[in-house]
C-alpha cells in the first residue's frame, strides 16, 4: 500500500504502521502520534452483518470544500484497497503529504466540487489512476484478485476530519457516517477514537457472530 500511495503523490514522510493490537499499550507504543488515520480491513460479510442495521440511512450528496470530508463512491471492482487508501491520505492531516502538482493532488482538484456519483464517475474514468493501482497490484502491494472473485475485504477508514470528528468512510457504503467529536488532542488511534469507531464496529461483530479476522494500518509521520 506504501508504494501505491507514493505513486499517487503522497510523500514518502507518511508511513503505514501494521496494528497487531487496539488494547496493549506496549504494542501501540512503536506507533508514532499523531495517527491521521486507521484503516481496517475486515471480511465483507461481517461489515454486512455490522452496518444492516444503518441500511437506510439517506444516500449522501454532498460536495465542495465546505464539507468535512471527502468521500468516493466505489463503482470500480477490486479498488477496495484504493478507496480506502484515498479516503485515508485524502481526509484530515494527511493531506499535508500530498505533493503539490502529483496525481492525487490533481484528482482531488477535480473531485472536491463534484456530487458523489459525478466523483465516481471520475475515478472510474481516470486512465492514470487505473494504471497506478495495476501497477501497484503487479508488484504485490495490493491484491489483484480475478474477475471472477467477488470476494474483497472491505476497507473501512476511521479519520479524524478538519472539523474534529470522527468519520468512517466506506466505498461501498451510502455516505460517510460521522462517529462523534474528538478532543483537539486525540487522534485516530486514541482511546476516544477506538471506542467511537473500530472498538464499536468490532463489538458489534462479536455481538452478530460473525468472522473477526481484520487487519488494522495506521497512517502516520515516519519517526525521525
Same mark, same amino acid.
Given at each position: 500500500?506504501?508504494?501505491?500511495?507514493?505513486?499517487?503523490?503522497?510523500?514518502?514522510?507518511?508511513?503505514?504502521?501494521?496494528?497487531?493490537?487496539?488494547?496493549?499499550?506496549?504494542?501501540?507504543?512503536?506507533?508514532?502520534?499523531?495517527?491521521?488515520?486507521?484503516?481496517?480491513?475486515?471480511?465483507?460479510?461481517?461489515?454486512?452483518?455490522?452496518?444492516?442495521?444503518?441500511?437506510?440511512?439517506?444516500?449522501? %450528496?454532498?460536495?465542495? @470544500?465546505?464539507?468535512?470530508?471527502?468521500?468516493? +463512491?466505489?463503482?470500480?471492482? =477490486?479498488?477496495?484497497? !484504493?478507496? *480506502?487508501?484515498?479516503?485515508?491520505?485524502?481526509?484530515?492531516?494527511?493531506?499535508?503529504?500530498?505533493?503539490?502538482?502529483?496525481?492525487?493532488?490533481?484528482?482531488?482538484?477535480?473531485?472536491?466540487?463534484?456530487?458523489?456519483?459525478?466523483?465516481?464517475?471520475?475515478?472510474?474514468?481516470?486512465?492514470?489512476?487505473?494504471?497506478?493501482?495495476?501497477?501497484?497490484?503487479?508488484?504485490?502491494?495490493?491484491?489483484?484478485?480475478?474477475? %471472477?472473485?467477488?470476494? @474483497?475485504?472491505?476497507?473501512?477508514?476511521?479519520? +479524524?476530519?478538519?472539523?474534529? =470528528?470522527?468519520?468512517? !468512510?466506506? *466505498?461501498?457504503?451510502?455516505?460517510?457516517?460521522?462517529?462523534?467529536?474528538?478532543?483537539?488532542?486525540?487522534?485516530?488511534?486514541?482511546?476516544?477514537?477506538?471506542?467511537?469507531?473500530?472498538?464499536?464496529?468490532?463489538?458489534?461483530?462479536?455481538?452478530?457472530?460473525?468472522?473477526?479476522?481484520?487487519?488494522?494500518?495506521?497512517?502516520?509521520?515516519?519517526?525521525?
Amino acid at each position: 500500500m506504501s508504494h501505491l500511495a507514493h505513486e499517487l503523490g503522497i510523500s514518502s514522510e507518511l508511513g503505514f504502521y501494521d496494528v497487531y493490537s487496539i488494547d496493549e499499550p506496549d504494542l501501540l507504543a512503536y506507533i508514532p502520534r499523531p495517527v491521521y488515520a486507521l484503516l481496517a480491513i475486515v471480511p465483507p460479510e461481517v461489515y454486512g452483518k455490522v452496518r444492516h442495521k444503518e441500511a437506510n440511512a439517506r444516500a449522501y %450528496e454532498g460536495s465542495g @470544500d465546505k464539507e468535512p470530508v471527502i468521500w468516493f +463512491k466505489q463503482t470500480i471492482r =477490486h479498488a477496495c484497497g !484504493l478507496i *480506502g487508501l484515498l479516503h485515508s491520505v485524502s481526509n484530515g492531516g494527511a493531506k499535508q503529504y500530498i505533493r503539490t502538482e502529483s496525481t492525487l493532488d490533481n484528482l482531488l482538484t477535480e473531485a472536491v466540487p463534484l456530487k458523489p456519483t459525478p466523483r465516481a464517475n471520475l475515478l472510474y474514468e481516470s486512465s492514470i489512476l487505473v494504471a497506478v493501482h495495476r501497477s501497484a497490484a503487479q508488484l504485490g502491494d495490493t491484491k489483484a484478485p480475478p474477475a %471472477e472473485d467477488e470476494s @474483497d475485504q472491505h476497507f473501512i477508514s476511521f479519520v +479524524k476530519a478538519d472539523d474534529g =470528528h470522527l468519520w468512517e !468512510l466506506e *466505498g461501498g457504503w451510502n455516505g460517510p457516517l460521522d462517529r462523534g467529536e474528538l478532543d483537539p488532542n486525540e487522534d485516530a488511534l486514541s482511546e476516544k477514537a477506538l471506542r467511537l469507531g473500530f472498538g464499536a464496529f468490532l463489538k458489534e461483530a462479536q455481538d452478530e457472530g460473525g468472522d473477526l479476522r481484520f487487519s488494522l494500518v495506521a497512517l502516520a509521520a515516519k519517526a525521525d
